[in-house]
């Protein structure tokens, strides 16, 4: 009886062995079909550039060999304290516009509650948008409107830079511990008395670290906002590898590198001594 009872029908498991033999045969079939297809249409010499081969062998030799001649160092330099410069007016620029967001987007100085959600949604509105629009896609605008010139690479740094600081700050103040923060209510403080004493103080270490970060990153930005005339280390790249120089353009590349490498140690022992 429970052989009777626990028995399945003889034909069942034969009929899902034949589907399944059916549906790997299909996959087979149409697996040989999109390789056929794909081997009588591949043609090697449309998609692969010979040349650039060659050409990719002579720039990464070149990176052992760099122009380290007295006029390429002498406007590699030139370039580097250029993007060093254009990056610190953008950071400017970005403190400016993401420290007073900042503090306004964190809601924390409005008591009534209908006021600070407003505010902050305005306020955490704008940020977003700035910081939505690509640096590149600034620097365009910026160069339809200003034309070629310093001012709209820097400016193309600072804006979206100071959407991405305004946010990191708004968070970091309210991450702020309440506990402490009673404390200063209960002795009689206000609003930006506690802004000032207990959450700026709390997020000081991540914002001064993350200031830093963003100061390499506008570094980058610089050397690459280049064509919009700010004439930097990447422009200098560029002119390089128009000219087929490409140990001048590793000498560029290298400048790049050890001025990112050089705020990194700048900013760890800032960060030593601060904090």
Known sequence: MIAGGLARPPGRGIRRLASLEKRLVLTLIILVAVIWTAAATFRPGEFIHTGGLNALIEIGSSAFTPDLGGETLRLTTIAAFRTLMYAVAGMSIALLIGIPLGIVASGTLFQS?????SIV???????????????????VLFVFALGLSPVAG????????????????AERITDAPERP???LRVAGASSFQVLLYG?????????????????????????????VGLGGLGFRITI??????????????????ILVAAIDIWSAQVRKRLL
């Open 240 to 257: 390089a590898l128009d000219d087929l120089r490409y140990d001048q353009a590793w000498t560029s590349i290298y400048a790049l590198v």
């Open 199 to 227: 959450r700026l103080p709390f997020a000081a270490p991540d914002l001064i670290s993350y200031l830093f970060y963003r100061l390499e990153c506008a570094v980058r930005a610089a050397a690459v906002l280049s064509f």
């Open 181 to 183: 923060l009673d404390g």
């Open 154 to 169: 820097v400016l193309a740094i600072g804006i979206p830079y100071g959407g991405i600081l305004g946010r990191i700050i």
């Open 113 to 117: 509650r209908l006021t600070r959600y």
């Open 121 to 139: 949604l305005v306020t955490r509105g704008f940020l977003a948008a700035f910081r939505a629009v690509h640096e590149i896609v600034w620097a």
